[in-house]
């Protein structure tokens, strides 16, 4: 193995799940919660900023186990998530530092662990890092708007083993997440 491809010894830092709130997520992104039908639009609906072609789907998942040492974001466009079915789930997230560097990393000490409930979405501002989404249930799906070549042109990772010897894991999981990764 050549000296550049060696992965740095790895140290585990815990992230503290938080509540999901509009004023601890503004860093990252926006919470959309409902509005009333026929409200006009205003600053508590979702900025959406998009460099391409929008592309709203379903993306079904399999349960992962609760870490990761990659991140990722997305240089062109401002990516939304919610569950169907009105599940909760959870991510990681580190704020866009350097938006328009594909080349910038992110800061490890800003990485940010939140709770989102069900009943709300999450607006990623563009070029916020981010994991996830993470889950207890075997499988869920998520409602994602992104850019139909997102995968494609605008996945930017950084690996967090590798360019700083971390990984992440989450603290504060309810119970049936635990029991649920030791069964896996």
Known sequence: MQPSE??????????????????????????????????PFGPDDAQLEFHGTPRFYILPLKRREPRFRQITRHLKVTQCLASVGAKPWF?????PNDP??????????????????????????????HAGPFFGEPTMEFFNLELGDTNKTDHFSCQLD???????????????VHEQAQRA
């Open 162 to 176: 590798r360019q700083f010897g971390l990984e992440f894991t989450f603290a504060g999981l309810p119970n049936e």
């Open 91 to 95: 991510l990681a997230v580190a704020p």
């Open 6 to 39: 060696q992965t740095r010894p790895t140290k585990t830092i815990e992230l503290m799940l938080r509540p999901l709130d509009a004023n601890s997520f503004s860093p990252f992104g926006q919470v959309i919660s409902t509005g009333a039908d026929g409200k």
């Open 100 to 129: 328009d560097n594909a080349e910038a990393m992110p800061d490890p000490t800003s990485i940010a662990a939140f709770w989102v409930p069900g009943n709300v979405a999450v607006k990623l501002h563009r070029s916020s890092w």
